[in-house]
Structure formats: C-alpha cells, structure tokens
C-alpha cells in the first residue's frame, strides 16, 4: 500500500518549472506516481479483485501524463497555446480527469478490502473527503475557464485562490490517506 501512497501523492501534488525558451518541467512527474500505482495494485491484487481494474486506466494515464510531460517540457505546449488556448485547457483537463478517476479507483478499491477483511482502518472519511476534493478541482477548473474567457484581474485572482483551495484539498486527502496506509500497516503487523 505505500506504493499506492506515494504514487497517490506524486500524481496529486504539482510543481512545474519553467525551462528553456517555452519548457515547463514538472518537478513531480505524474508518470512515476501512475507507474508506482501500477506497482502498488499488482502488489495488493489478491487482497481485492477491485485492484486488478485500476490497472487500465493507471497504464494509460502513465503513458497520457509522460506524453503530456514531454509536450510541455520541451515548449510545444507554448506552441499549442498561441494556436488555440482552449486546446491547453481540454488537455490539463483530461489529465486532472484521469488523476481524480484513478484516486476514486484506488480509494474504492482500499474501502472494498476494508470491508472484505473486516478491519477498519478509516477508508470512510478518506472517500468522503474525495468528494471534498473533486468539488475543489471543478471548483478550479471552471475559474479557468472563466479566465481564458475574460481575462481581467479578478479572474486572475479567483483562478489562483481556487488553485490554492485545490492545493489544499490534495494535501488534507493525502494525510487522510497516509492515516489509512498506517491503520492498515498496523493490521497487517498484528
């Protein structure tokens, strides 16, 4: 499970770079947090079968976000922006997309080994809070939309401070995800 863990982190948390004339660099690659989610699943298929269906969707986001890494690490996506803005927004869209779908995947797959074994180890609070933090993405993504829209300061600032909610709702899911990973550590020490 800490393999789920620090991939759940790595695809949550975003930090980029700027690089070169028009390069971003993620300093936490998604790619590597989808490729140890990956790993995390075979490693807990027989705990749950729900484990085997967050492969799919976790191999395609490995291969979507290292494409998408590339395109903005060596400027192309400066390129695609001047051609159509809105093509930027649809493909940072798809990619907040895959990570809420693969972090739903995951918690849904923990919450069935949760019941199947009978232990508790507080997946409830962690698919609640889920919701919490779906609601501050689309809370983002529609103040970024609306900024590509208008473009004035106020948008602007709305854009950031909803980025800042986003932000904040990743990290209260993590520690909420961490207290379930050493619950479940704890069980399976016993």
Known sequence: MFKLFIGTALTLLNYDQAWGENGVV??????????????????LEKESSYFDRIQLP???????????????????LAKIEDWNRFAVYMIDLAEAIGILFVCYLVV?????MEHKKRMDIGCKRLQKFWKVM????????ISYMT??????YATVAISLAMKGVEALGAVIFLFLFYRVWAKYMECTMQ
């Open 26 to 43: 993620g300093l936490i690659p998604h790619f590597i947090g989808f490729g140890l989610i990956l790993l995390g699943t075979r490693d």
């Open 58 to 76: 976790a191999y395609v986001m490995v291969v979507y976000s290292l494409v998408y890494y590339l395109i903005k690490a060596f400027g192309l």
């Open 108 to 112: 849904f797959a923990i919450s069935n």
């Open 134 to 141: 779906t609601f501050g993405f689309i809370l983002y993504y």
């Open 147 to 152: 900024n590509l829209v208008s473009e004035n």
